[in-house]
C-alpha cells in the first residue's frame, strides 16, 4: 500500500464525488492520504472531510500557505496554535514555507511577511514537536537559511521538490523527505529527474498534490485542465521505479516507510 503524502482532498473540486474517488484511489493501493491546509478559514473543512471518510485514512495537516500570504492575519496564527495544541490528529503543519516565484508574491513586504508567517509556523512545529510540509518556490536558500538558523530538527516533507541536487542533500540531513509527485512523469522535467535518479530512495515520498499536477499518463489532451486524483499515485511509483531501475514493490514499499517514518506514524 502507498502513502499520498500531499492531496488537497478537502477542495471543492472533489465535493461531487469524493467518497468514489476514495474508494477508487483505495482500491488502487492508496491507503493514507495527507491533507495539507493553506488558508484558517477552510480549517473546519479540513478536520470535516478527514472525519468523512474511514478508509483510506484522511491525515490534516493544518498551515498557512505563503501564496495567501496576503490574507493571513496574526489571529490565525493564535487558531492555529489552538487547533495543533488540541487537536491529535494533526499529523502535520502544513503546506508552509516561502514562495518567490509568483510576481504577486515579489514585493518587499510581502516578502517579509511570508518570512515571518514562516517562522512563526516553525517554532509552532517546535513547541508541540511536529513535522512540517514546505512549500518551496524559487527561494530554497532562503528556507534552508531559516531551518539552520532556528536549529529546526522536527524534519518533514518538501512538497513537490523543486530544488536542485545540492539543495535536495541539504534537506536530507536535516531530516527532510522530498516529495515527488506527476511532474516525473513529464519529459521536461529533466531537472527533477536527475534528482531523483541521484537521491537514495530512502530520501524520498510520494504524492499527488490533486487535484493539480497530475501524471502525465492520465492528462487529457482535449481538456483544459484535467483534475488529478490520489488514485493515480500509482503512476508517479512507476515512474520512479522505472527512472532508478528498481522494482515497482520497492518503491513503494521504501517510500511508505519513511513517509510513516517523518510523519511519525506507527502504520
Known amino acids: 500500500m502507498m502513502i499520498d503524502t500531499h492531496c488537497h482532498f478537502d477542495v471543492d473540486d472533489f465535493d461531487a464525488d469524493r467518497a468514489e474517488v476514495a474508494a477508487r484511489a483505495l482500491a488502487a493501493g492508496v491507503d493514507t492520504i495527507v491533507i495539507p491546509g493553506y488558508i484558517a478559514a477552510l480549517w473546519p473543512k479540513l478536520f470535516s472531510v478527514c472525519a468523512s471518510i474511514a478508509a483510506p485514512r484522511l491525515l490534516p495537516a493544518p498551515g498557512l500557505h505563503p501564496c495567501y500570504i496576503a490574507g493571513h492575519e496574526q489571529a490565525d496564527l ?5 487547533i495543533v495544541s488540541t487537536q491529535p490528529e494533526c499529523v502535520a503543519i502544513g503546506e508552509i514555507g ?15 511577511k511570508q518570512q515571518a508567517f514562516f517562522r512563526a509556523q516553525l517554532e509552532l512545529a517546535m513547541r508541540y514537536p511536529k513535522p512540517v510540509i514546505l512549500h518551496v518556490r524559487k527561494a530554497h536558500q532562503d528556507v534552508i537559511h531559516i531551518l539552520h538558523e532556528l536549529k529546526f530538527r522536527e524534519g518533514g516533507i518538501v512538497h513537490a521538490y523543486s530544488g536542485g541536487i545540492e539543495e535536495a542533500r541539504h534537506y536530507a540531513k536535516m531530516g527532510f523527505r522530498l516529495g515527488i509527485g506527476g511532474p516525473l512523469t513529464y519529459d521536461q522535467s529533466k531537472r527533477l529527474r536527475a534528482v531523483v535518479a541521484d537521491m537514495p530512495l530512502q530520501a524520498l515520498v510520494l504524492e499527488t498534490d490533486a487535484p493539480d499536477m497530475i501524471p502525465q499518463a492520465h492528462r487529457d489532451p482535449a481538456a483544459r485542465r484535467t483534475r488529478n486524483s490520489p488514485e493515480f499515485l500509482p503512476s508517479v511509483a512507476q515512474a520512479m521505479a522505472e527512472l532508478k531501475g528498481l522494482p515497482l514493490a520497492e ?17
Not at 493564535?78 to 489552538?82: F, G, M, Q, T
Not at 514499499?253 to 502504520?267: D, E, I, Y
Open 78 to 82: 493564535v487558531e492555529l496554535e489552538r
Open 98 to 112: 516561502l514562495d518567490y516565484f509568483l510576481d504577486e508574491l515579489k514585493a518587499p513586504e510581502l516578502k517579509a
Open 251 to 267: 518503491v513503494e514499499t521504501v517510500t511508505r516507510q519513511q513517509s510513516l517514518a517523518v510523519l511519525r506514524l506507527a502504520s
